[in-house]
């Protein structure tokens, strides 16, 4: 078997995206064998999450991204612990390490450990010469560095023990959306995908809401109401359910329109089905206040001019190949690497 190179892996990856753009296809059993052992990894929302890579995966974003990759002779091996908050989330990490011709060592997460595996048996079939590149395990050991993604308990851990490696270790993170009156109805309806895809359950998908002082919330309200089917969904509704109680009881004041609750307050994290908002009357000022938030935010949706990089309304779940989690540079990481 002739040994991986670069050119190698722009073309398999290339046709990796071409074969995702069919989810069925490539996946077969691994879609409905995920959502039985994962029940929010419905089949709608692991074809979701399969397209949006294949989105990524285009040739000239290819092409683009390769420019910057200094593909290694002397690879490292990587260790990834990987998420399963939502389908394939993992999956750009792997993509990384194997561009920059380096080995990945994946501790896949129980929640998200059929998937990746699939897509990654499909790009050794393009690509023989990955079989050497991929190795899953139970538990990290004779890594050189490591790349983790978990909570924010965790990732005291991750610092503890993966000390003494380079290392990129992620934490919770939210995305929030800044409205400025001026929005359309469809607009609201595509904030409604940043805001429902995957259950809200990414960090990529907004949990916090900053409406201009005097804003009708009812707009809003309206704006989503295509949305309102994901009630439907057992755990969600049982979510719904359970906070709604929580703030009848607390008499705590709040918004409801059968399948999302609103509530006024300061924090960036809120629980499943419901959205925290604030208001506010200087989008200067908000400025300001999210930059010094930056670390804690994912992404930013809005349609106004902020001086943070930011996404259009219904655009927060289709990254490119370099819009990398926490706004840290994976690729160049893994360049520096020596």
């Known amino acids: 078997m002739s040994a991986i190179t670069q050119e190698k892996a722009i073309t398999a990856f290339k046709q990796l995206g071409n074969k995702l753009s069919n989810p069925t296809d490539i996946l077969g059993n691994a879609i409905y064998s ?32 390769f420019e910057d990759i200094h593909f290694t002779s002397s690879p ?35 929640s998200d450990d059929q998937l990746i595996k699939a897509v990654i048996a499909a790009l050794i079939k393009i690509e023989p010469a990955f079989s050497e590149k991929v190795e899953y395990v139970e538990r990290l050991k004779d890594f050189d560095a490591v790349i983790a993604t978990g909570s924010n308990n965790s990732s005291r851990y991750f610092d503890y ?3 003494k490696v380079p290392n ?13 009156g001026t929005e359309t109805k469809n607009d609201i309806e595509n904030l409604g995908h940043d805001i429902f895809d995957y259950f809200g359950l990414g960090c990529r998908n907004v949990s916090k809401l900053y409406f201009p002082k005097g804003y009708d919330i009812a707009n809003f309200y309206e704006g ?22 929580i703030y009848l009881v607390n008499a705590a004041k709040h918004f409801d329109n059968g399948f999302l609750l609103l509530k006024e307050d300061e924090h960036l994290t809120s629980p499943l089905a419901v959205l ?23 992404c930013i949706v ?7 990089t930011s996404f259009g309304f219904g655009q927060s779940q289709h990254p490119k190949l370099w819009d990398y989690a926490d706004n840290v540079n994976t690729v160049e990481f893994l360049n520096k690497l020596v």
């Open 224 to 245: 989503i109401e295509p949305f309102q089917p994901i009630i439907n969904h057992f755990k969600y509704n049982n979510n719904y359910d359970y906070n709604k109680s």
């Open 302 to 308: 809005t349609k106004a001019n902020l001086n943070l």
């Open 34 to 65: 995920a959502q039985n052992s994962n029940a929010w990894f419905t089949e709608d929302n692991v074809k979701k999450s399969i397209l949006s890579f294949a989105e990524m995966l285009n040739d000239e974003d290819i092409n683009h991204w």
């Open 161 to 163: 023990y993966f000390s």
């Open 168 to 180: 990129i270790i992620r934490k919770n993170r939210n995305s929030v959306a800044v409205l400025d």
């Open 76 to 110: 490292k091996k990587i260790g990834l612990i990987l998420a399963g908050n939502i389908p394939m989330v993992g999956f750009h990490d792997v993509l990384c390490v194997l561009a920059t011709g380096n080995i990945a060592l994946i501790k896949l997460s129980s």
């Open 276 to 298: 925290f908002y604030e208001e506010y009357e200087n989008l200067e000022l908000l400025d300001e206040k999210l930059q010094i938030q930056a670390e804690n935010i994912q």
